[in-house]
């Protein structure tokens, strides 16, 4: 998602690796769940997310999308996102408690608060915001440690790549005007990257990059 502000309207001001400390972690904060509800269509899932869900849930992409899952706009880009249900638009996964009944494969959105993600030419860089969360209290921690993602090198490339691609879809969007054009590529990335099913005795990465290669080298016919 972009965002037209100074890194230091919304960060401390520091870029962060994954070695590096920062002040993020709350989980001494009990029973706040503010970064869970009315969050609205910002909980943005790349396909890795949605793969990890499918597979702690036991539920295909499609069943997902069909209450858990939501669709919105991102740049031109349709993607899915948390849904939010409720007076209090409150995540359709928190519990009863204000807890996340699916901590252990949450999306990387909710790995990374209130820590974002600073793209630059070679790769990004971690930042911490300073308006996204209220609680005062946080402690520091190891980047690495407060994403808690396996194989953290490969995911870091493949969330770099991944909004590489979308940015080159954005790039055909806005040389054409043509709404079937851009209607039929969304169709095909949500198709090609979400819906269909991943292989459980395969490598995700190595599905995933199969599949950039053939998007890739379609998007090379539009440009």
Not at 74 to 101: F, T
Not at 199 to 210: L, M, S
Request: proline content about 3%; charged content about 35%; hydrophobic content about 30%.
């Amino acid at each position: 998602m972009r965002r037209e502000v100074t890194l230091e309207e919304i960060s401390d001001g520091n870029l962060y690796e994954a070695n590096d400390m920062v002040k993020a972690d709350c989980q001494d904060c009990k029973g706040c769940c503010d970064c869970c509800k009315g969050m609205g269509d910002s909980v943005v899932l790349d396909p890795y997310d949605v793969y990890r869900l499918c597979r702690g849930l036991g539920k295909s992409a499609d069943q997902l999308l069909s209450g858990e899952l939501e669709l919105g706009v991102v740049d031109g880009n349709i993607l899915p996102h948390l849904a939010m249900k409720g007076e209090e638009e409150r995540c359709v996964y928190l519990n009863e408690r204000g807890r996340c009944s699916i901590h252990g494969i949450r999306p990387g959105f909710c790995r990374l608060f209130p820590l974002g993600r600073y793209y630059q030419e070679d790769g990004f860089r971690y930042i911490l915001q300073i308006h996204e969360c209220t609680n005062q209290k946080r402690t520091k921690v190891k980047v690495k440690k407060w994403i808690d993602t396996p194989d953290l090198k490969r995911y870091e490339k493949f969330v770099y790549d991944w909004h590489e691609f979308l940015l080159k879809v954005q790039e055909v969007f806005y040389q054409s005007e043509d709404e079937t054009l851009e209607k039929n590529l969304n169709l095909y990335v949500l198709s090609r990257f979400y819906r269909k099913p991943y292989e459980e005795n395969r490598d995700f990465y190595e599905q995933f990059y199969e599949r950039l290669e053939e998007a890739e080298g379609l998007l090379s016919l539009e440009l």
